[in-house]
C-alpha cells in the first residue's frame, strides 16, 4: 500500500534581522519503510519530529525534497487527485468540514465532489451514523460543534468515499477519554472489518497500545524503530526499576548490578536487570530499607528510553 524510500523534506527559514540568514530544517531526513494492505500503523514522535511533514508529503500535500514514494501504485504530488479518490485523510487540527454547514450539508458536498454513487453514500452514511453516533447534531453547523463530536464529523468526510488507505494526523488531540475510546473503536472497526489500512500520527501512547500492530518511532526526522509493539517491550522493557524507601536521605547506593537512577530524599530509583530479590538482599546489607516496590517500565518509559539512545535503535533493529 506504501512505499518509501530515503524520503527527505527540507525547509528554508529565514531567521534574523532582516530575515537575511536562511536556515535550512531538515524535517524528513531519510525515512524508509513498506506498509502492507490490512495494517494499522501506528506513526509516534514527539512534538516536531516530522510526522504531519511525512503525512503531507504521503497525501500529496507537499511534495519531496529528494526520496521516492507510491501510495496505492501512485505518486501522490504528481496524482494527487487520483489519490484522493482512494484514500481518506484526517488532521486533527485543522477543519477540513464546512464551518458554517450542518454536517449533514458537508456529507452530501461531498458526495458531489466525490461522485460517490448515491446508494454507497447512503450506506455509509447510515453506518457511521450509527456508529459514531452522529444523530444528535448531524444538522448543527460545524462551527458549534464540541471538538470530540467535529471529529467525528471530520471521520465521517474521510471515509464516506470508501478509501482503501486513511491517514491520520493526531486524531485524538485534545479528545476527552470517552470520545477518544470511540475514535479508537471505530479504526479497529475499520480496520477489522473492512480491511481499511491506517496510518495514524500519535503523541499519545495510548493510541498505539490499544490500536496498533506495527510502531514506527520518527525522531529529529529520522526513523529510531519500526516493528511491533511486544518487540519493542522485549527489547527495551528488559530492565526493572527498583524503588526503595530509606530510614533517612542518602547519597545514591552502590550497589552492584544496578543504577541508582533518581533520588528524592529518602526515595532512591534503582535500574536493573534479572532477579529483584538478589538486589534487594543486596541493597539490604548496604542501607536500612524501609519499604521497596518493583516498577516494571510502560510503553512510555520505554520510549522515553528510546528516545534517550537512538543510536543503539538504530543499530541493532538495522533501520
Ligand atoms: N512549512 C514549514 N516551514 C518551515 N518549517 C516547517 C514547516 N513545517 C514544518 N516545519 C518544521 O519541520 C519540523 C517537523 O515538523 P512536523 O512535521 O510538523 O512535526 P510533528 O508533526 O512531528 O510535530 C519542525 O521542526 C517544524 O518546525
Ligand atoms: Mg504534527
New binding site residues.
Given amino acids: 500500500m506504501i512505499e518509501v524510500e530515503d524520503l527527505r ?1 527540507e ?3 529565514r531567521r534574523g534581522r532582516l530575515r537575511r540568514e536562511r536556515h535550512v ?4 531526513d531519510g525515512i524508509s519503510f513498506h506498509v502492507d494492505r490490512g495494517e494499522l500503523l501506528g506513526y509516534l ?12 508529503m504521503l497525501t500529496g500535500i ?1 511534495v519531496p525534497t529528494a526520496g521516492r514514494i507510491s501510495v496505492a501504485g501512485l505518486e501522490p504530488s504528481r496524482k494527487r487527485i487520483e489519490l484522493a479518490r482512494r484514500i481518506g485523510a484526517m488532521f486533527g487540527q485543522r477543519i477540513q468540514l464546512w464551518w458554517d454547514l450542518p454536517l449533514r450539508d458537508s456529507f452530501d458536498l461531498l458526495r458531489h465532489i466525490y461522485r460517490i454513487p448515491a446508494d454507497r453514500h447512503r450506506v455509509n452514511l447510515a453506518r457511521f451514523r450509527d456508529v459514531l453516533e452522529l444523530d444528535p447534531f448531524l444538522d448543527t453547523p460545524v462551527r458549534q460543534l464540541s471538538l470530540g463530536q467535529r471529529i467525528r464529523g471530520e471521520l465521517t468526510a474521510a471515509m464516506l468515499h470508501s478509501p482503501e488507505l486513511l491517514f491520520l ?2 486524531p485524538t488531540i485534545g479528545l476527552d477519554v470517552v470520545a477518544k475510546q470511540r475514535v479508537r473503536d471505530f479504526l479497529v472497526e475499520i480496520n477489522r472489518e473492512d480491511g481499511v489500512t491506517v496510518m495514524l ?1 500519535t ?1 499519545d501512547l495510548g493510541d498505539i497500545e490499544r490500536l496498533c500492530n506495527r510502531l514506527l518511532v ?1 525522531d529529529h ?1 529520522t526513523l529510531i524503530w519500526d516493528g511491533g509493539i511486544p518487540e519493542l517491550k522485549e527489547r527495551y522493557g528488559g530492565e526493572r526499576t527498583l524503588v526503595i524507601d530509606l530510614e533517612e536521605p542518602a547519597p545514591p547506593l552502590e550497589v552492584e548490578g544496578a543504577v541508582v537512577e533518581r533520588v528524592d530524599g529518602p526515595r532512591q530509583w534503582l535500574r536493573f536487570r534479572g532477579s529483584a530479590s538478589e538486589l534487594t538482599a543486596r541493597v539490604a546489607r548496604a542501607a536500612r530499607l524501609v519499604d521497596l516496590q518493583v516498577a516494571e517500565p510502560d510503553i512510555e518509559e520505554i520510549v522515553r528510553r528510546i528516545y534517550a539512545s537512538p543510536e543503539k535503535v538504530s543499530d541493532t533493529n538495522g533501520v
Fill in positions: 523534506k525547509f528554508v527559514v530544517v531538515h524535517a524528513v514522535g514527539p512534538n516536531g519530529a516530522g510526522k504531519s511533514t511525512t503525512i503531507k507537499l494526523d493526531e500520527t503523541h520518527i526526522g
